[in-house]
């Protein structure tokens, strides 16, 4: 019964490049939650997804980050043209339909921007 | 927005020594969970409570929810190196388009002398 499932588990990419962080949710599970971790904070909110729909965005910077969860296949958050300040883990939990329980986190996508 | 105030922000104890770790809300929350992130992990759910004044056991953690469902707590009884990691809690708020968002403090990082 595998976890939730996040590749790469590390991402180097200059400045200006594209970043695509995947995300598979634990089997059964319909909702997919993105966080963000600087070093020595916490996590922060980013979007809130189930399939074919974004139920909350309102973590998501308005300018170059967009994430989908199509009918088929991993969820995928995309960063355009990425800065030094976007460098940060980024992890992906999931949920199953109408349970309101603890998380199933990933194991996370450690990005760094050069 | 909403906001989960975690203190402290960082404490270290000897081995044997006690630990406790607060949160507090401005604004009533649905139920609060905490998580355990080891150093580069991934949080990991410890557990949720629900209701008002709820206290909850596991082993030597003991996890509390204030009567008026707006702080919480976390007490380690005799800690032991395996305790050293970052505990988070989580409030989970209800959104004004009627889903629920979990909103994470920063954390306390507990590192344990032996």
């Known amino acids: 019964n595998a976890g939730v499932m996040q590749n790469p588990r590390h991402l180097v990419r200059r400045r200006g490049q594209e970043a695509r962080l995947r995300c598979s949710p634990m089997?059964?599970?319909?909702?997919v939650y993105w966080y963000r971790q600087l070093p020595e904070e916490g996590l922060k909110f980013m979007v809130y997804?189930?399939?074919?729909?974004?139920?909350?965005e309102s973590g998501m910077p308005k300018e170059r980050f967009s994430a989908e969860f199509p009918k088929e296949g991993p969820s995928i958050l995309r960063i355009q043209q990425v800065v030094r300040g976007d460098s940060a883990a980024y992890f992906c939990?999931?949920?199953?339909?109408?349970?309101?329980?603890?998380?199933?986190f990933g194991s996370g996508t450690r990005l760094t921007v050069v | 927005g909403q906001q989960v105030m975690q203190i402290p922000q960082y404490q270290h104890v000897q081995e044997g020594e006690d630990f406790t770790t607060y949160c507090n809300s401005s604004t009533t929350l649905s139920n609060i969970q905490w998580y355990k992130q080891r150093p580069g992990g991934h949080p990991v759910f410890l557990i949720q409570?629900?209701?008002?004044?709820e206290v909850k056991k596991q082993k030597r953690l003991t996890f509390q929810f204030g009567e008026a469902k707006k702080n919480s707590s976390l007490h380690i009884t005799a800690t032991q190196t395996t305790d050293v990691g970052t505990y988070f809690c989580?409030?989970?708020?209800?959104?004004?388009?009627?889903?629920?968002?979990?909103?994470f403090g920063k954390g306390t990082k507990l590192t344990v002398n032996p």
């Open positions: 409570l629900v209701k008002s004044g």
């Open positions: 989580a409030g989970r708020f209800r959104t004004q388009g009627g889903s629920e968002k979990l909103v």
């Open positions: 997804l189930q399939k074919e729909n974004i139920i909350d």
């Open positions: 939990a999931s949920s199953p339909t109408g349970v309101v329980y603890g998380y199933t």
């Open positions: 089997k059964g599970h319909s909702h």
